[in-house]
C-alpha cells in the first residue's frame, strides 16, 4: 500500500472508527452501523474503501459477512520546517520468527502474555522517544544548513536546489517533480551550481562537494 | 496538535503537496498555486486549514505574505489485526540543546553537514527497523491473546473485554468509549468476568489476573 493512499484513507474520521472497532472484533456491517451510530449506507462505502486497499477481509461465518482487520501496516509522517517525510512500511513476521514466538509463548497464561505485552510496548515507546531525538536534531540540522545556504547563495532557485541536494543526492528528473519546477529550469540551477563549484554530477546524479 | 486534526488534513493530497512545497522554501500564494497548478481559492483554503493548526505560518517581506511550515511534529499510525493506535508527538529540541548543536556544527562546512545528515538518517532508519520488528512481535502477541481468549470464553462481550483488558488496565468508561457499548453493558460483562476469576478491580480499573 502507497503512503498517499493511506493518508486518504485515515483522512475520514469514520474510517478511523471503523478500524478502531475492527482492532477490537470483527463485525458485520449493521453492527458496526449500530456501533458507530453512522448509516449502513456509507458503512458499506467506507468497508469497500478499506478492502479494495486491503486493510480488512471479509469471511463468512454463520451466514454473516464479518470483516476483520487484515493490513499489518505502520505509517510515519514527519512535519518540520525544512523537513516533510511520509514513510509506510509492512508488518511482516517471518513463518519461523511465528513459530518460535508461539513455542515459547504456548505455555504462558494470559496473565503472563500480558506481562510481555507490557514490556514490548515500554520497549516500543523508547524506541519512539528515541527516534524523536534523531528527528529533532535532523530538523536542527536542516535548519542550519538552511541559513548556511541563505547566505553564500543569493538566487532563491539555485538555494532551493542546494538545499534539497543536502538532504540526499538526486537526479534532474527527481528534483523536477519534488520541487514542481519544470526540469529545464533545475537544469540551468543545477549547472551554474556546478560553474561555483558548490556540487558535482557523477552518473546523471548531483552531489554537495 | 492532536491525531484526529493532522489525519484530517493529511487525508488532502494537495495539503500534502503543499506541505511539501514549504518544506523546501517559504512561499507566496501565487507562487503555490502556480507551482502545484491549483487554483489560489483553493489554496487560501488549504492554507487557512493549515495555519489554524499550527502547522504553518506567515510572515511579511517585501510586501508579499510568505507562508513556511512551523510545526515541528511526528504522527505515527500502527494498524494490525488487533492492533489500532495513532499516535502524534511535537518534536522539540530545547534550547540548551539547540545552542549546543549550533556550536558543534558551526565550523562545519556544507559537506560536512552533508554526512551528519546521512549519519542522522541511516540511525533513523535502524531505529525505524527496531520499532517495526517490536510492532510485529506485539501484533503477533495479541493474536495468540485473542486465540487464547477465544478458547477459554464463549461470551462475545466478555471475550472483547478481556482482549482489551490485555493491551492495559482500563475504567468502564474508557472500555464503553473505546468499544462503542453502553457503560451499564461494560459493566455487567466485567462482573461476569469478576466472577470467573479472570479479572480483579482495584480503584475502579480492572485488571487481568
Redesign the interface.
Known sequence: MDS?Q???I????NR??I???????PCYVSEIAD??SVGPKAILDHLDMLERAG?IECSNEQRRKYF?????????????????G??T?S???SVE??RR??QE?SSMA??N??D???R??S??RE??L???S?????????N??AE??DQIISD?LE??I???L???TRRVEMLSE????PANKIDKGLHQLKEKG?IIERQKKWY??
Open positions: 498517499a493511506l493518508l486518504d485515515l483522512g475520514n474520521e478511523r472508527r478500524l478502531q472497532l475492527l482492532s477490537h472484533k456501533r458507530l486493510l476483520h482487520i487484515a493490513g499489518n501496516v505502520q505509517l510515519e509522517v514527519s512535519v518540520s520546517p525544512h523537513l516533510y511520509v514513510e512500511n508488518i511482516m513476521i520468527e511465528q514466538l508461539r509463548y494470559l496473565l502474555l500480558n510481555e505485552l507490557r514490548l510496548h520497549l516500543r524506541l519512539m528515541a527516534q524523536r534523531t528527528q529533532a536534531r535532523i530538523a536542527e540540522l536542516m542550519l544548513c548556511m545556504i532563491h538555494a532551493e542546494l538545499l534539497a543536502v538532504t540526499g519534488e520541487l514542481n519546477i558548490m554537495i562537494r
